[in-house]
């Protein structure tokens, strides 16, 4: 279980968390298929070896009969569970291992999101508003969120995994020592797909080259803790969806194969991405939302909108900033249990931004009173 949030929230560092939950799911879902057949096994192999018990007692055996009993049941269970995975039909042990996994994938892809800025819808939508009131000065950066962004991640995935282990297997299996009879089974079936799959191909190496390459450039375009490659060009020109588009671009011409002609020479196969790939493959209702998204907090500002709904919560801004921010976290989270989070995201930042304006505006007026009348 761990093994999958870890592997979960890696990929939702840096694609949409969307996008690593349904890449996820289908091999969640084939493991688990392994681990209730070989469960269904083990029990028709204990229900079997007490029938002979019992039978051995009266003295009746029967060992041919029940090798061929054995048999025909264990290839009924194996034909049952390939064929369908019926979820009502499972044991209750089986249940909630299905459930615990699946919960794990979806809790470990928002996790994971938290970690970078291209992680996840959100925080673009706050990055986008931060640059856009502050005239790109806002200081924000890939590897500034990173560095504040991946200890909570961490923290929420590791968090979010010991309070399932304890809801579904119970304080005592949680950390227990004892290893189930079961995992070599599935580790032993796990690596002769993993042999099935032979060696990295070419465009499987080309396409962690592109993605090691794009992780570089995000991170060291502005590190300030010294000077980036993007000092070299005039400020305000590269942006962090720069090497986004770089990349997308070189994937468009890199090859996806080379092969070599019997005159020696090398013949370049087809790119690593084309333009039915992608048309098919893009996610242009996420692109669309976001776009959208940064639509609705523009009208929100500019049709005062935001200011008012900032005047209507300016009860708020009496309190201290740590109460302030509390309740700002529950009534977020409250209203994302019902509809989008960018959505939500985008029509709170600008109230929130005028928000919080006003009670630091108030809060510096009271220390400065304070000190004169001192």
């Known amino acids: 279980m761990l093994g999958f949030m870890m592997a979960t929230g890696g990929i939702s560092m840096w694609i949409s968390n969307t996008a690593s939950a349904a890449m996820m799911i289908p091999i969640a879902q084939a493991v688990l298929v392994q681990l209730v057949k070989i469960r269904r096994r083990d029990k028709s192999l204990r229900t079997q070896e007490s029938q002979e018990s019992d039978l051995e007692m009266i003295g009746n055996k029967?060992?041919?009969?029940?090798?061929?009993?054995?048999?025909?049941?264990?290839?009924?269970?194996?034909k049952d569970v390939s064929d369908r995975f019926n979820f009502d039909e499972l044991d209750l042990e089986s249940k909630k291992l299905c459930k615990m996994t699946c919960l794990c994938v979806c809790y470990a892809a928002s996790c994971g999101g938290i970690a970078t800025l291209t992680g996840s819808g959100t925080n673009l939508v706050m990055k986008?508003?931060?640059?856009?009131?502050?005239?790109?000065?806002?200081?924000?950066?890939?590897?500034?969120?990173?560095?504040?962004?991946?200890?909570?991640?961490?923290?929420?995935?590791?968090?979010?995994?010991?309070?399932?282990?304890?809801?579904?297997?119970g304080f005592r299996q949680t950390f227990s020592c004892k290893k189930?009879?079961?995992?070599?089974?599935?580790?032993?079936?796990?690596?002769?797909?993993?042999?099935?799959?032979?060696?990295?191909?070419?465009?499987?190496?080309?396409?962690?080259?592109h993605f090691v390459l794009l992780l570089l450039l995000w991170f060291f375009q502005e590190p300030e803790v010294?000077?980036?490659?993007?000092s070299i060009f005039p400020k305000g020109c590269i942006g962090n969806g720069?090497?986004?588009?770089?990349?997308l671009c070189s994937l468009f011409i890199f090859p996806n194969g080379i092969s070599?002609?019997?005159?020696?020479?090398?013949?370049?196969?087809?790119?690593?991405?084309?333009?039915?790939?992608?048309?098919?493959?893009?996610?242009?209702?996420?692109?669309?939302?976001?776009?959208?998204?940064?639509a609705l907090a523009s009208v929100c500002e500019t049709s005062g909108l935001s200011m008012w709904l900032a005047d209507q919560m300016?009860?708020?801004?009496?309190?201290?900033?740590?109460?302030?921010?509390?309740?700002?976290?529950?009534?977020?989270s409250l209203a994302t249990e019902v509809t989008s989070n960018?959505?939500?995201?985008?029509?709170?930042?600008?109230?929130?931004?005028?928000?919080?304006?006003?009670?630091?505006?108030?809060?510096?007026?009271?220390?400065?009173?304070?000190?004169?009348?001192?």
């Open 62 to 78: 029967k060992e041919h009969d029940d090798q061929e009993n054995e048999k025909s049941a264990l290839q009924d269970v194996d």
């Open 128 to 169: 986008g508003h931060i640059d856009r009131i502050s005239d790109g000065q806002s200081g924000l950066t890939f590897s500034s969120w990173f560095v504040f962004g991946f200890p909570v991640a961490l923290a929420s995935l590791l968090s979010a995994w010991l309070i399932l282990q304890v809801s579904f297997l």
């Open 180 to 209: 189930e009879s079961v995992s070599n089974d599935v580790n032993k079936i796990l690596l002769e797909e993993y042999q099935r799959l032979g060696p990295i191909s070419f465009a499987e190496k080309g396409t962690i080259g």
């Open 226 to 230: 010294f000077t980036g490659w993007s």
């Open 242 to 247: 720069v090497p986004s588009i770089f990349i």
């Open 260 to 294: 070599r002609t019997s005159d020696g020479f090398m013949k370049h196969g087809h790119a690593l991405l084309n333009w039915n790939i992608t048309s098919a493959k893009m996610p242009w209702g996420t692109i669309l939302l976001l776009g959208g998204g940064f």
């Open 314 to 332: 300016s009860v708020l801004s009496t309190l201290p900033i740590w109460l302030m921010t509390l309740l700002v976290n529950l009534i977020a």
């Open 342 to 374: 960018v959505a939500i995201t985008t029509i709170l930042m600008p109230i929130l931004t005028d928000l919080v304006g006003n009670s630091i505006n108030k809060h510096d007026y009271k220390h400065d009173y304070n000190t004169v009348h001192d």
